[in-house]
């Protein structure tokens, strides 16, 4: 454990990456704080102004407006906490999910295990974003939707890592001591492998909220994603793509914003790799 | 070896079973109405509704609904709510766009990814190791219909590149392989810019199976019999690190259809990603069902061969 935080104290890169998700993090709060608490700032992200359309970035609306004369600034900081809160709670459940298959499969073995991960192996053949759209656009558009139906498909990565922990791990003698002594399934389960399984565990999960940042963008671009006038990166590119060739800003900061999330918590989730992994990389 | 790919093949089958029910019940089991129109649309009498359930057979129990969807799906008899084509004929004829976009888009990933991926691990720890990796990371994070819109931008002031469709439109070609170079021309924007994510993943695959040959004993051996660096590394290190090559092939797949969606609409390109988004805006349950079952079989049968080939090229792997 210590040596692990050490050795995630010397990568710089994955520092910076760490630091950048805080900041997101910060904004994301503090844009959702002011939204409830119905202050605009810098200013209203969905006040329209149509003597200000299309604009490019000057000292009032600092990266520019969109075709309704909204403020894309602010609707890119107002964007930010749907991207993060879309990231952060598809991965609650698709962890939620995997963690328990796989320690099901992992735990019990035998035929459960083959018939789980029969079944995994299965859902890992779809396309997982086409499997996304059909199923988000059959439910029907909305943020809770979304969170739940990428949470429900991208959980076989981590159910196959938990079980693969598991079958280790149920070899091994505290296991073995703990069955001896007659302690049942779920506390063997919960309390003594799970702990064990955790670092592996945290490292998808940090990099499974990228790949649902990801997702949502997409589904927002297709217009299936969180409905206007609710700002989303995605939807800002979507709404902007009309206007390509006359108003470049509307594409460029939105797809910026989405890259630099994405590439903080990737970034963040292999240097947590690096750290926690027991053989060194270096040679 | 037969006996290998017969119970792989039997292996298949199963999963394909399973495969079957999950896109089936994927569609059924969420809630919405499978209706053209509206629900409650006044102007659609009992009639109509009625005759539109027993057509599709929805008026039967679930289990039997799947019956019927499979039978008719491998009968070929199933039929789009939308125009009534055969939901096989539909996807057939979209089959060679997706084909060159996808296989292009993958030959891409694997053969760039084994060039980023080498080369970060022939520098492992360094410098270029490390800005390789940032920009494997960076790579993945990008979304692909931003590059798309501002590779269009670019292309269009600047350039002569295609961006739409398969093939020029209202030029005759006067011989097939004008024809053939046409469609690659136009196939290439959208798969490269489908297998840049492949290529940073593919990469980091390979970078860290080249890392873990070059642990091994017999690397020790070549070095300490006097060979020189780049033999060690590219004759003993590398021929043994292809291993991600060949699982590439089945584990980009589904990443690479899925995402060609909105590649395929971007680039108005006629394939089965585009055929699926127009089905998701229809409400076409059959077609969604079909395309989702045909996609993953197509999945399931990359896996399969990325086996067999891995236990071709490989014989440490023993066919069991």
């Not at chain 1, 429900?152 to 981590?158: I, K, M, P, R």
């Not at chain 2, 039929?79 to 891409?108: F, M, Q, Y």
């Amino acid at each position: 454990m210590e040596r692990s935080l050490r050795r995630f104290r010397a990568n710089k890169i994955g520092l910076c990456a760490l630091g950048m998700v805080g900041l997101l993090a910060v904004i994301a709060v503090a844009f959702f704080v002011l939204d409830v608490l119905g202050i605009p700032w810098p200013m209203d992200p969905d006040a329209t102004n149509l003597e200000r359309k299309l604009l490019p970035p000057d000292s009032v609306n600092w990266l520019g407006t969109d075709n309704l004369g909204r403020d894309v600034f602010s609707r890119l900081l107002n964007g930010a906490y749907i991207s993060l809160t879309v990231g952060f709670v598809a991965v609650f459940v698709s962890l939620f999910i995997g963690v328990t298959v796989g320690a099901v499969a992992g735990y019990f073995g035998k035929w459960v295990d083959k018939l789980i991960m029969r079944f995994v192996d299965a859902i890992m053949c779809f396309p997982t974003f086409f499997l996304i759209l059909t199923a988000v656009a059959l439910v029907g558009p909305s943020i809770f939707n979304i969170i739940i139906v990428i949470g429900l498909v991208s959980w076989t990565g981590t159910a196959r890592l938990v079980r693969a922990e598991f079958l280790t791990l149920r070899e091994s003698a505290y296991v073995q001591a703990a069955r001896a002594l007659g302690q049942r399934g779920p506390k063997i389960i919960f309390r003594h492998m799970l702990p064990n399984a955790a670092a592996p565990i945290l490292v998808t999960a940090v990099l499974g909220v990228p790949e649902a940042i990801l997702a949502e963008a997409g589904l927002s671009f297709l217009g299936f994603g969180v409905q206007p006038p609710q700002a989303t990166w995605g939807n800002i590119i979507a709404d902007g793509k009309t206007y390509i060739l006359d108003a470049w800003w509307l594409i460029l900061f939105p797809g910026l914003a989405i890259l630099i999330a994405a590439l903080s918590f990737y970034l963040t989730g292999d240097a947590l790799r690096q750290a926690v992994e027991t053989r060194s990389e270096r040679q | 070896m037969t006996v290998f790919i017969i119970r792989r093949l039997l292996a298949s089958v199963v999963l394909l079973f399973f495969i079957s029910l999950i896109s089936f019940f994927i569609i059924t089991l969420t809630p919405g109405s499978p209706y053209p129109w509206g629900e409650l649309n006044p102007k659609v009498s009992e009639d109509v509704k009625r005759i539109f359930r027993e057509k599709f057979h929805l008026d039967k129990p679930l289990h039997e609904q799947y019956g019927f969807i499979m039978r008719d799906l491998f009968t070929g008899e199933l039929r789009s709510i939308k125009d009534e084509r055969p939901v096989l004929a539909k996807i057939a004829e979209r089959l060679p766009s997706t084909l060159a976009l996808n296989l292009g888009a993958l030959a891409l990933s694997l053969s760039f990814g084994l060039l980023l991926g080498v080369y970060g691990a022939r520098h492992a720890g360094r410098p270029p190791d490390v800005i390789t990796s940032v920009l494997a990371f960076v790579f993945i994070a990008l979304p692909g219909f931003w590059v798309s819109y501002l590779l269009a931008i670019g292309l269009v002031n600047y350039g002569a590149v295609p961006i739409l469709g398969t093939h020029t439109i209202g030029v005759t070609f006067s011989n097939g392989l004008e024809v053939f170079l046409d469609r690659w021309w136009h196939v290439m924007l959208p798969a490269s810019i489908l297998a840049i994510g492949g290529v940073a993943v593919q990469s980091r695959f390979i970078r860290a199976s080249m890392i873990e040959t070059l642990r091994e004993d017999y690397i020790r051996t070549a070095r300490a019999k006097g060979l020189d660096e780049n033999a060690v590394f590219y004759r003993h290190a590398l021929r043994n690190s292809v291993r991600p090559l060949i699982t590439g092939i089945g584990m980009l797949l589904p990443a690479l259809i899925g995402g060609a969606v909105i590649i395929e609409n971007i680039f108005a390109y006629p394939g089965m990603g585009r055929l699926g988004y127009e089905a998701v805006l229809e409400r076409d349950y059959p077609t969604l069902v079909a395309l989702n079952f045909v996609t993953a079989a197509l999945v399931l049968l990359g896996n399969l061969l990325a086996d067999v080939l891995y236990a071709v090229v490989d014989p440490r792997v023993r066919l069991e």
